[in-house]
């Protein structure tokens, strides 16, 4: 049969299109891409724990014979890095494939001419960035516990909380990024975002060691909270009332993230 | 640089044009050697599409029938692709009414949109990927399954002559290919409507004809295409019926036959002298035609007998170093409705 006949034949008017069907959609396309890349991410996963480790739990930790916060810094940094690298991989994954997506490749315009919605535009993208941290993560997990870099089994359930902290990392960075003319913004993100983040929020040292006031803009990243709670699965000694309260607020971000990516996408694209 | 001035009869008798160039609006809607009414894929009823404070579209009134391949010819910037985009349902309409396959674009929208084919003015092929990668992706934005987008994937590589690069990246392609691809792409859901922006614009002659061919077997097996372009010999080709919209509006509309006996002569005779200015011969050679433009270069005699008015002209004793007639074409009517002014 040639490309043809059928166009004549008046295809009924198909059924609406299933919201979850649509971010699976879209998730399917960003790991077709992923494919062809993933085994340099892998690469790269195992190096940054070797790196992160090696030269400050091992290295900086040994002029630390006490430790800090009474544990070995090895056993401190560990679970900080951990979540720091998947905030990292979180803000990376929203700000220039976002910007590319939106007007360098235009892969979300050749969604849209498709049954695909906005929703299920960010969250198919928010899906496959989630993906790609539970990637990182799981092998930070798996390089740390062989260099004995963590005390409990319990960290295991680390993962789902650092997947969980990208969330509410990469939503909020979505509905940024959508907002922005150009990449230019991304840089300003990075240098007053991103990396004060990561040097402050509780990651090499406990936040007591800022003065006050500082101290509180570190209690406001979502990253210090998922660093609490991964350290204390960690070090072994999780305490669901202090979890429960870190990762509602995470899930705030989340959900609040994602609302603004929504409404930033659609002004963006739906011109 | 150039003026228009009208003789007083209209030559064709096919409606009286009016004599300024622009708006200029046929009288009645149903025209009655239109062929018997086929059902309509598209309406739009005084359309708008507004972004803050400016107007792109200016409320338009069109109806495209299944089947036929409706085009919306203007210069750059007269609403075509704000049109477009609205009927493609990914532009909200500001006002008016739009209607697709019976449905709203305001509450239908993904029904609508996996019953279209859109070929964008832009490509958004994803360069990465390989040729047969961006059919099967794209199938999946539709829900195919997987078998079926395969072996579709497989015939509309034929279709669009890329077997031979279905394994090959996109980015190194040509401008046709990657064209044609877009096309292909945009049928994997073997849509009711193909809409085409600007479909050919930046090709060279080969590519556009190859494309053209492609388009033409798409419209022989009843694609409804839905374009838009700049180039009249384009839409001469392709186009059963079209609008020409010029500053958010519509200016006319037909098939390119009624325009060209609606808004313009049978022939044209093109006169050359050695000149700069060529406004003093127009004066003399006025009542030879219906019609008389002048040019930078040349002047345009609007006329049913070319050939008769050349005679003419020589007979009074005027030597222009050249004397060309030819037919009228779809471009002297846009030129005459949207003017020679130049737009960027």
């Not at chain 1, 997990?141 to 909380?161: D, K, Y």
């Not at chain 2, 990914?90 to 993904?110: W, Y």
Request: aromatic share 8%; glycine share 10%.
């Amino acid at each position: 049969m040639s490309v043809s006949d059928r166009f004549t034949s008046g295809t009924p008017i198909g059924p609406r299109v299933d919201r979850g069907a649509g971010a699976l959609r879209v998730l399917s396309y960003w790991a077709t891409v992923y494919r062809r890349t993933w085994r340099g991410s892998v690469v790269s996963g195992f190096g940054a724990p070797l790196l992160y480790l090696g030269s400050l739990g091992f290295g900086l930790g040994t002029l630390m014979p006490g430790g800090v916060a009474g544990v070995p810094y090895v056993l401190f940094v560990a679970p900080g890095v951990l979540t720091a690298t998947a905030m990292q991989t979180a803000v990376g994954e929203s700000t220039y494939p976002v910007m590319a997506a939106i007007k360098w490749q235009r892969q979300y315009h050749a969604m849209l001419a498709s049954p695909v919605r906005i929703t299920d535009i960010v969250l198919g993208h928010l899906l496959f960035i989630l993906l790609r941290s539970a990637v990182v993560s799981g092998t930070f997990l798996l390089v740390g516990a062989a260099l004995g870099a963590f005390r409990s089994p319990w960290v295991i359930l680390a993962l789902p909380v650092a997947v969980l902290s990208s969330a509410a990392h990469a939503a909020p960075v979505m509905a940024f990024s959508a907002h922005q003319e150009d990449d230019g913004g991304f840089n300003l993100l990075y240098r007053l975002g991103a990396i004060p983040m990561f040097l402050f929020a509780g990651t090499f040292f406990p936040i007591s060691q800022l003065p006050v006031a500082a101290q509180w803009l570190a209690r406001a990243t979502p990253l210090w909270h998922a660093t609490q709670v991964a350290r204390d699965l960690a070090l072994g000694h999780p305490d669901a009332g202090s979890a429960a309260a870190h990762l509602g607020y995470l899930l705030l971000w989340a959900v609040v993230g994602f609302a603004a990516a929504v409404h930033y996408f659609r002004r963006r694209l739906r011109t | 640089m150039s003026s228009t001035s009208t003789k007083g009869a209209p030559g064709t008798g096919a409606g009286a044009p009016a004599r300024s160039a622009g708006r200029v609006r046929p009288e009645a809607k149903e025209d009655p050697d239109r062929p018997s009414p086929t059902p309509v894929l598209i309406r739009g009823r005084g359309l708008r599409k507004t972004f803050d404070d400016f107007t792109a579209v200016a409320g338009v009134d069109f109806d495209v029938h299944r089947g036929e391949a409706f085009g919306f010819l203007g210069p750059n910037g007269a609403g075509k692709s704000s049109t477009m985009r609205m009927i493609g349902c990914v532009s909200p309409v500001s006002a008016g009414k739009l209607s697709i396959l019976g449905l709203d674009p305001r509450t239908d929208g993904p029904r609508i949109r996996a019953r279209l084919g859109v070929v964008p003015q832009r490509d958004t092929l994803d360069e990465e990927l390989t040729v047969r990668e961006n059919l099967l992706i794209y199938a999946r934005y539709f829900g195919i399954p997987r078998a079926v987008a395969a072996a579709r994937a497989e015939e509309l590589l034929r279709f669009a002559h890329l077997t031979e690069r279905a394994d090959s990246r996109v980015e190194p392609l040509s401008g046709g290919m990657k064209r044609r691809l877009t096309i292909a792409r945009a049928l994997v859901n073997e849509p009711d409507i193909l809409l085409l922006d600007e479909p050919t614009t930046g090709l060279d002659p080969q590519a556009r004809h190859m494309l053209w061919d492609r388009l033409f077997r798409l419209k022989r097996q009843g694609v409804t295409l839905v374009l838009t372009t700049h180039y009249m010999d384009e839409a001469e080709q392709l186009c059963d019926r079209l609008v020409v919209m010029d500053g958010g509006s519509i200016a006319a509309e037909g098939t390119p036959r009624q325009l060209i006996d609606r808004f313009s002569t049978r022939e044209v005779l093109e006169l050359r002298f050695a000149a700069d200015d060529h406004s003093p011969y127009a004066a003399v050679v006025q009542d030879l035609a219906d019609r008389v433009e002048v040019l930078p270069d040349r002047l345009l005699l609007y006329t049913d007998g070319g050939d008769e008015a050349a005679a003419a002209v020589h007979a009074r004793g005027l030597t222009p170093l050249s004397a060309l007639v030819r037919r009228s074409t779809l471009e002297d009517v846009f030129l005459r409705l949207t003017g020679r002014r130049l737009v960027d």
